[in-house]
């Protein structure tokens, strides 16, 4: 039998204020399978946080990044490094958008040219198209967000489908695109008020009970949560009641183990 996959998050903040107050953490996360050792959206903080949970950051072997946007890419060229021993080994993988890995007529490409040039492989991922790596599978999901090339991720493991929304507005496509998966991480940035660009309570409820019954997720976790989402608990038990599934926020330390339940806690740092 395969092991269980672990997700570790390091923070579950974003956007502009609470990436700059760091209350919540914008660090990313981590999912950790029998051969893969990944991180996703390394934003400011991440190798902090790794210290502070006792993560080591030479194990990751690759980088996965959604979108042109600090939260979620500034420190992605440190876990280059450390995926090649300091830039002296060729090692890693990064997947990554159009606008992180090349650049476009809006954004410079955020992961220079040299960093790029240290890792085995390096995929740019698209809407629709699917990359393999080790024992899992990437398969891009669309997003309507400040980068017009962002991408969510539909994330297939030995274990089950890991749905991540990415940075959106409430899309038709989500409805599809995260229906039938074990575990769905939504970037929900504010309770109550709708913002351009990004989710809040209402659009995760309604998404969630246009679903099948059958294809509901086991567990949501609410992430990417703005400065002003101060009560995230009290949140999540709103969407837990008002959809009929288990709903908790990211935080600095949460760890979830998926085997045949998903199993939660939240590590001491």
């Known amino acids: ?22 209350n919540k953490g914008t660090g990313g ?23 502070q949970l006792n993560i080591d950051p030479w194990d990751t072997n690759l980088l996965v990044v959604s979108h042109c946007h600090p939260d979620h890419y500034t420190d992605s060229e440190l876990i280059i490094e450390a995926m090649t021993f300091g830039m002296t080994k060729i090692a890693g993988r990064i997947i990554g958008n159009s606008s992180v890995l090349l650049g476009n007529e809006i954004f410079e490409k955020k992961i220079s040219t040299y960093h790029q040039s240290k890792v085995l492989e390096k995929h740019v991922l698209k809407v629709g198209e699917s990359i393999n790596i080790d024992d899992v599978s990437f398969k ?30 409430n899309i038709p496509s989500l409805i599809k695109d995260f229906s039938g998966v074990k575990l769905l991480i ?24 246009s679903m099948k019954p059958s294809e509901k997720p086991e567990l949501i976790v609410i992430y990417h949560m703005g400065t002003k989402m101060k009560e995230p608990d009290k ?13 908790i926020p990211a935080k600095i330390g949460l760890k979830l183990t998926i085997d045949e339940k998903i199993e939660y806690e939240y590590l001491k740092h």
């Open 186 to 209: 939504a970037n929900v940035v504010r309770a109550d008020i709708k913002v351009p660009g990004h989710m809040y309570s209402e659009d995760i409820i309604s998404i969630i009970n």
């Open 29 to 51: 996360f981590r999912i950790t399978t029998e051969q893969l050792n990944a991180h996703v959206d390394p934003g400011p903080g991440a190798l902090v946080r790794m210290n």
């Open 235 to 247: 949140f999540g038990q709103l969407i837990t009641e008002r959809t009929g599934i288990l709903t």
């Open 140 to 169: 891009g999901t669309k997003t309507k967000h400040g980068d017009p090339y962002g991408v969510g991720f539909k994330i297939e493991t030995p274990k089950g489908i890991i749905g991540y929304t990415g940075d959106t507005e």
């Open 1 to 22: 039998m395969s092991k269980p996959v672990e997700i570790i998050f390091l923070g579950g903040g974003g956007g502009r204020w609470e990436t700059i107050k760091q």
